[in-house]
C-alpha cells in the first residue's frame, strides 16, 4: 500500500539523518551497515515489525559515536526501544522523539548530553524504562514527573547535574523498581511520600546534599535489595523500621551525620549486608 510504503521512507529518512549527524565513526559502523541499496530492516542495530516493516527497534550502543541526536528520530512513529548508551553524543535530547506513543525502552546513558532533559519525556505514558544516567544535563525533576507515567519501572538520572528538591510525586510511579538520583546536586529532604514505592529493589540517592532524617516510612519498602545513602548531609538515626528489609543486600550510609545507637531490629539484618559503594 501506497500509505505503507511512504510510513517505511519515513523510518529510512530518519535513520540517515542519524548517520547524517555522527561526525565521528571510529568503527565505520554506519559506512559498513547502513547502506541505501539495502532494505531498512537488514540494517545492523535496526528491527522492524514483520508484518507493517517499520522499525521499533533501535540500538546502536558502545560505538563510541561522536555527533548529536537529530529530532527526525521522532518520526519513528513506531520505535518501541531507542538504545543509543555508551556513545560520545553531545547537545540536548530532542522532545520530538518522546512523541513517540509507542516508546517503552529509552537509554541515553554514558554520553555528553546536556541542558534540561525534555518534559515531553513526562508525557509518554507508554515509557516503562528511562535511563539519562552519565551525561551532564541539568535542571530540576518536574513536580509532575509521574503523572502520565503509569507503567514506568526504571528511573536512572544519575551522575548528572541535576538540582532541586527530590518530587514527592515519584510515588505516583507505582511500578517503580529502580530510583537512580545518585551523584547529582539535589538537596532537601528524602520524601516519605517515596516510601510508598512498594515495588522498589534500588533506591540510589547517594552524592547529593539531602537532609534531615531518614523516613521510618523507608522499613515499609518490602522489596528493598540495595540502597545507597552515601554521602549526603543525613541526620538523625538509622530507623529501627529498616528491620523489615530482610532482601536488603547492600547498604550504603558512609559519609553523613548519622548519629545514635544501631537499632537492635537491624542487628541482625546488618551480619548479611554488604556495606559496598552503589552508584
Same mark, same amino acid.
Given at each position: 500500500?501506497?500509505?505503507?510504503?511512504?510510513?517505511?521512507?519515513?523510518d529510512?529518512?530518519?535513520?540517515?539523518?542519524?548517520?547524517?549527524?555522527?561526525?565521528?565513526?571510529?568503527?565505520?559502523?554506519?559506512?559498513?551497515?547502513?547502506?541505501?541499496?539495502?532494505?531498512?530492516?537488514?540494517?545492523?542495530?535496526?528491527?522492524?515489525?514483520?508484518?507493517?516493516?517499520?522499525?521499533?527497534?533501535?540500538?546502536?550502543?558502545?560505538?563510541?559515536?561522536?555527533?548529536?541526536?537529530?529530532?527526525?528520530?521522532?518520526?519513528?512513529? *513506531?520505535?518501541?526501544?531507542?538504545?543509543?548508551?555508551?556513545?560520545?553524543?553531545?547537545?540536548?535530547?530532542?522532545?520530538?522523539?518522546?512523541t513517540?506513543?509507542?516508546?517503552?525502552?529509552?537509554?541515553?546513558?554514558?554520553?555528553?548530553?546536556?541542558?534540561?532533559?525534555?518534559?515531553?519525556?513526562?508525557?509518554?505514558?507508554?515509557?516503562?524504562?528511562?535511563?539519562?544516567?552519565?551525561?551532564?544535563?541539568?535542571?530540576?525533576?518536574p513536580?509532575?514527573?509521574?503523572?502520565?507515567?503509569?507503567?514506568?519501572?526504571?528511573?536512572?538520572?544519575?551522575?548528572?547535574?541535576?538540582?532541586?528538591?527530590?518530587?514527592?510525586?515519584?510515588?505516583?510511579?507505582?511500578?517503580?523498581?529502580?530510583?537512580?538520583?545518585?551523584?547529582?546536586?539535589?538537596?532537601?529532604?528524602?520524601?516519605?511520600?517515596?516510601?510508598?514505592?512498594?515495588?522498589?529493589?534500588?533506591?540510589?540517592?547517594?552524592?547529593?546534599?539531602?537532609?534531615?532524617e531518614?523516613?521510618?516510612? *523507608?522499613?515499609?519498602?518490602?522489596?528493598?535489595?540495595?540502597?545507597?545513602?552515601?554521602?549526603?548531609?543525613?541526620?538523625?538515626?538509622?530507623?529501627?523500621?529498616?528491620?523489615?528489609?530482610?532482601?536488603?543486600?547492600?547498604?550504603?550510609?558512609?559519609?553523613?551525620?548519622?548519629?545514635?545507637?544501631?537499632?537492635?531490629?537491624?542487628?541482625?539484618?546488618?551480619f548479611?549486608?554488604?556495606?559496598?559503594?552503589?552508584?
Amino acid at each position: 500500500a501506497t500509505a505503507n510504503t511512504s510510513t517505511i521512507t519515513t523510518d529510512r529518512d530518519a535513520l540517515l539523518a542519524l548517520k547524517a549527524h555522527i561526525t565521528h565513526d571510529p568503527t565505520n559502523f554506519f559506512a559498513k551497515n547502513w547502506n541505501t541499496s539495502t532494505p531498512v530492516c537488514n540494517w545492523t542495530g535496526v528491527t522492524c515489525d514483520v508484518h507493517s516493516h517499520r522499525v521499533t527497534v533501535l540500538n546502536i550502543s558502545r560505538l563510541n559515536l561522536t555527533g548529536t541526536i537529530p529530532s527526525q528520530l521522532g518520526n519513528l512513529s *513506531s520505535l518501541q526501544s531507542l538504545n543509543l548508551s555508551c556513545n560520545r553524543l553531545s547537545g540536548s535530547i530532542p522532545s520530538a522523539i518522546f512523541t513517540t506513543y509507542t516508546l517503552k525502552y529509552v537509554s541515553f546513558r554514558k554520553n555528553q548530553l546536556s541542558g534540561a532533559f525534555p518534559s515531553f519525556a513526562f508525557n509518554t505514558s507508554s515509557l516503562q524504562y528511562l535511563d539519562f544516567g552519565f551525561n551532564t544535563l541539568s535542571g530540576e525533576i518536574p513536580a509532575n514527573i509521574c503523572s502520565n507515567l503509569p507503567f514506568l519501572e526504571y528511573l536512572a538520572l544519575s551522575q548528572n547535574m541535576f538540582h532541586g528538591g527530590i518530587p514527592s510525586a515519584l510515588s505516583n510511579c507505582a511500578y517503580l523498581q529502580r530510583l537512580g538520583l545518585s551523584s547529582n546536586d539535589f538537596s532537601g529532604v528524602v520524601p516519605k511520600e517515596i516510601c510508598n514505592l512498594t515495588k522498589l529493589k534500588g533506591l540510589y540517592l547517594g552524592g547529593n546534599r539531602l537532609q534531615g532524617e531518614i523516613p521510618r516510612e *523507608s522499613g515499609n519498602l518490602a522489596e528493598l535489595e540495595l540502597m545507597s545513602l552515601s554521602e549526603n548531609e543525613l541526620q538523625g538515626a538509622i530507623p529501627r523500621e529498616w528491620g523489615n528489609l530482610t532482601g536488603l543486600g547492600i547498604l550504603q550510609l558512609s559519609d553523613n551525620f548519622l548519629t545514635g545507637i544501631t537499632p537492635s531490629s537491624i542487628y541482625k539484618l546488618l551480619f548479611s549486608i554488604k556495606f559496598g559503594t552503589v552508584i
